[in-house]
């Protein structure tokens, strides 16, 4: 009874997830994201090219995920309008794009309160060590306060995602 339990569980929780890169859901090779939006409730990341919306991914948020980001170390995640400030290519989690969290606003609330707004906010994959996970990372909130995205996800909206993109990150 107990492995067929486990085989339950193992087969929903593989077939309940989309499969990542499949060739009909790829961006067009000349498609450009100038617009990331986040909506945090529903755990979904929507990048645009202009006012059209090109694709939604599934996310992982911090781990303390309710609320706007106040100051480092909360496991929150910004929310506000940012931009993309930097890419790495070489990420400890395979890649990312750099948020340019603490802007000014965040960085005066915290300071009004005596602590650092933090920073290091990043949209990133999920590195050597998680990336077989896949999609069944979303299972829980776990970063830092990051937004993240399966390894496959980051490599495809990193190709397509100039530094300035405007990103819009909503409760």
């Known amino acids: 009874m107990m492995k067929q339990t486990i085989f339950l569980f193992l087969w929903i929780a593989i077939f309940s997830f989309p499969v990542a890169g499949r060739a009909a859901d790829k961006l067009a090779p000349d498609a450009t994201i100038d617009r990331i939006v986040i909506m945090k409730a529903k755990r979904e990341m929507t990048v645009y090219q202009k ?3 090109l694709k939604t991914y ?4 911090g781990f303390a ?3 706007a980001k106040q100051f480092q170390g909360d496991g929150k995640t910004p929310e506000g309008t940012y931009r993309v400030n930097d890419k790495n290519p070489k990420s400890k989690y ?3 794009l750099g948020v340019s969290y603490p802007n000014d606003k ?3 609330f915290a300071a009004q309160h005596g602590k650092s707004a933090g920073g290091d906010i990043k949209i990133h994959g999920l590195g050597k060590t ?6 069944m990372h979303t299972l829980s909130d776990w970063t830092l ?6 390894n496959e996800e ?3 909206i990193y190709a397509h995602t100039k530094v300035g993109a405007t990103i819009e990150i909503n409760p």
Request: glycine share 12%; aromatic share 4%.
């Open 58 to 61: 599934k996310i992982a948020l």
């Open 154 to 156: 980051i490599d495809e």
């Open 51 to 53: 006012d059209s919306p």
């Open 94 to 96: 395979h890649k990312n």
């Open 65 to 67: 995920p309710v609320g």
């Open 106 to 108: 965040d960085r005066a």
């Open 145 to 150: 306060g990051c937004i993240a995205v399966t």
């Open 130 to 135: 998680f990336g077989a996970l896949g999609s």
